[in-house]
């Protein structure tokens, strides 16, 4: 089992800046292929960006794309996704998830693990 709290959500004015944390525990959390998703009210949930085991490859929505970064840092076991730029159409409730393979997925039904979400807010 993995568990996976995410943190750092909150309101910012469009234009701003938010980096979020997500805290691994649990079992070999380091070996996990690792992802950030977000849902909006009313919608589907959808994949922002993923990033390998090794943190060597990472994956980005284009709506996301020159304004979010996600790293790691698998001796804290710990995965971060820094927002710049921030729109109002990125207000959502943001998820950590985490998937036993090496191969990064924009499904989301093939991540094993996902985390309780925080919300972020970005007003006009």
């Known amino acids: 089992q993995v568990q996976l709290v995410e943190s750092g959500g909150g309101l910012v004015q469009a234009g701003g800046s938010l980096r979020l944390s997500c805290a691994a525990s649990g079992r070999t959390s380091r070996r996990y292929t690792m992802g950030w998703f977000r849902q909006a009210p009313g919608k589907e949930r959808e994949f922002v960006t993923g990033i390998s085991v090794s943190g060597g490859s990472t994956v980005y929505a284009d709506s996301v794309k020159g304004r979010f970064a996600i790293s790691r840092d698998n001796a804290k076991n710990a995965v971060y996704l820094q927002m710049n730029s921030l729109k109002p159409e990125d207000t959502a409730v943001y998820y950590c998830?985490?998937?036993?393979?090496?191969?990064?997925?924009?499904?989301?039904?093939?991540?094993?693990?996902w985390g309780q979400g925080t919300q972020v807010t970005i007003s006009s």
């Open positions: 998830a985490a998937r036993f393979l090496s191969e990064i997925t924009t499904t989301p039904a093939r991540y094993n693990y």
